[in-house]
Structure formats: C-alpha cells, structure tokens
C-alpha cells in the first residue's frame, strides 16, 4: 500500500507564510510527478503547482512568485513554500502523486487526506 500524508497547514495573517510537507510511504519502486492541488469551500480542486521526477516546477499564475514547490527524491517528501499568502490562498491543500508500486509496471495516481490552510487576520 502506499500512503501520502500532508502537513504544515494552520492559521497565518495576510503576507505570512507556511510550509507544507507531503511525505510518501509504502511500497513504492518510483515516484512520477508530484502536484499540489486545493480546494476552497464552495469550489472546485484546483492545480496549485506540479514538480516532475527530474526538472522543474511549474505553477499557476495565481500562485506565481510566491509559492514554492521542491521535492527530496530521497526522503520521497515534497514540499510546498508559501509566501506572501492572501486570504483567497485559503483551502485544503492536497498531495498528489503519479507512482509506480514494487512489482508493477505502470504509475497510479494517489492522493493524501489534506491539510486546511487558512489566511485570515
């Protein structure tokens, strides 16, 4: 089985900043493309940012400038940086993962159980 656990969220004032860690366990034999994605109440999940195996994030241009996405290929933990946060950056932010379990031959999509992030003064 494999496990993407979320941390990190909580309550911060506009322009301050959280870091959010994604950690992946279980049988895993490779790990794909990871993404961070959120949901504020009321709305659909959207794409916050995407980190490939090897290479570099992308992000949407809403979070451009200010959010970070880095990953440990070694600790199998992505993270999100979190800068300058406005109250519209206020949803559950979840974990998602393209990866290959031990003795299989293709990648599936796992998600975590989200963290809330709430930006309010």
């Known amino acids: 089985q494999v496990q993407l656990v979320e941390s990190g969220g909580g309550l911060v004032q506009p322009g301050g900043s959280l870091r959010l860690s994604c950690a992946a366990s279980g049988t895993i034999s490779y790990i794909y493309s990871m993404a961070w994605y959120r949901q504020a109440p009321g709305k659909q999940r959207e794409l916050v940012g995407t980190?490939?195996?090897?290479?570099?994030?992308k992000y949407v241009d809403s979070v451009k400038g200010r959010f970070t996405i880095s990953r440990d290929n070694t600790d199998r933990t992505m993270y999100l940086q979190m800068n300058s946060l406005k109250p519209e950056d206020t949803a559950v932010y979840y974990c998602y993962a393209d990866i290959r379990v031990s003795g299989t031959r293709r990648g599936d999509d796992y998600w975590g159980q989200g963290t809330q992030v709430t930006v309010s003064s």
């Open positions: 980190v490939p195996d090897i290479g570099s994030a």
